[in-house]
């Protein structure tokens, strides 16, 4: 039989445990809190269906067709289930993520004359005072995979600087993820980074999100060491660290932000990020300015 429970959550509605039915939005509705269509096991065990809004029977069918139901039928099609399954695991693997990025995060230090410390001094940058702790850390011994010469994996315990990745429209510093870069022990540069947890929709707070609200202003830019390094050089604050999955271009407006300053790399997917990141700006309304080094190929972390 159907499981609506199941159902509830694919097509982002709620479970109604007194009638054992779905109430989901309806085909074309765009509020995400709609719920005019309401799904169950009718009796005679076939899938049925009601829209409380009053939308054609055919558009109705058409859109529950489109997750793998079938009225009518009472089982879920195969592709459905496989869906389910796919979405359960990648909903436990956040899960995981989130859990282990906090206990990372809590396990971190100041990274006031560390390792980390050293490691940004070496590259002519100097650790921001509002982020030391709050946005950025150090940790001696985080886990790290990689490869032998062999091609097997081994596991690690490495220093790395931490950065804390938080929503980006949400007035709050709290993390969901944690971005490490692996540090060397041996002499300046890193190893190697990664993020525990998922980036997308994250960005690291080096300046807190109250500031920006003050002031109504943000500078932003692909990496930590380049934002840091247009802090320290050209005076980019409150500032923003965006990763480098293309979040640069997905940036979305803020209404409490009236000017963005974008630090983009000088080369063609940097310069590519910035410009569709600037446009989608002014659309609303908004000044954006793009900033780029003289040089091909720099950021903003070289001096």
Excluded at 24 to 43: F, M, N, Q, T, Y
């Amino acid at each position: 039989m159907t499981d609506m429970r199941a159902v509830a959550r694919a097509l982002h509605g709620n479970y109604n445990t007194g009638r054992g039915s779905a109430s989901v939005p309806g085909p074309g509705h765009r509020s995400r809190k709609d719920r005019s269509l309401e799904i169950w096991i009718g009796a005679d065990g076939t899938l049925a269906f009601h829209s409380w809004a009053g939308d054609p029977r055919a558009v109705v069918e058409r859109y529950l067709r489109d997750f793998g139901l079938e009225p009518g039928a009472a089982k879920i099609a195969a592709d459905f289930q496989s869906r389910q399954v796919a979405e359960e695991q990648r909903r436990r693997r956040d899960d995981f993520m989130v859990r282990a990025a906090a206990q990372l995060w809590g396990e971190a230090v100041d990274p006031t004359h560390t390792l980390a410390h050293r490691y940004l001094w070496d590259r002519g940058l100097v650790l921001p005072r509002q982020a030391a702790g709050r946005a950025l850390r150090f940790h001696p011994s985080v886990w790290w995979w990689e490869e032998d010469e062999n091609g097997d994996r081994r596991k690690l315990q490495v220093p790395a600087l931490l950065a804390k990745l938080s929503f980006i429209g949400t007035a709050t510093d709290r993390g969901r993820a944690v971005h490490a870069i692996r540090l060397s022990e041996d002499g300046p540069g890193h190893l190697g980074k990664k993020t525990y947890g998922s980036p997308i929709g994250l960005v690291c707070k080096i300046s807190p999100h109250a500031d920006v609200l003050r002031r109504g202003v943000l500078a932003v830019g692909e990496g930590i060491e380049t934002m840091i390094g247009a802090m320290l050089r050209y005076d980019a604050d409150p500032a923003w660290a965006l990763g480098p999955e293309g979040q640069l271009a997905r940036l979305p407006t803020l209404h409490h932000v009236q000017r963005l300053d974008i630090f983009a790399d000088f080369d063609g997917p940097g310069l590519a990020a910035a410009f569709a990141c600037a446009r989608r700006w002014q659309a609303a309304d908004k000044q954006a300015a793009i900033h780029r080094r003289n040089q091909r190929g720099a950021d903003f972390a070289e001096e």
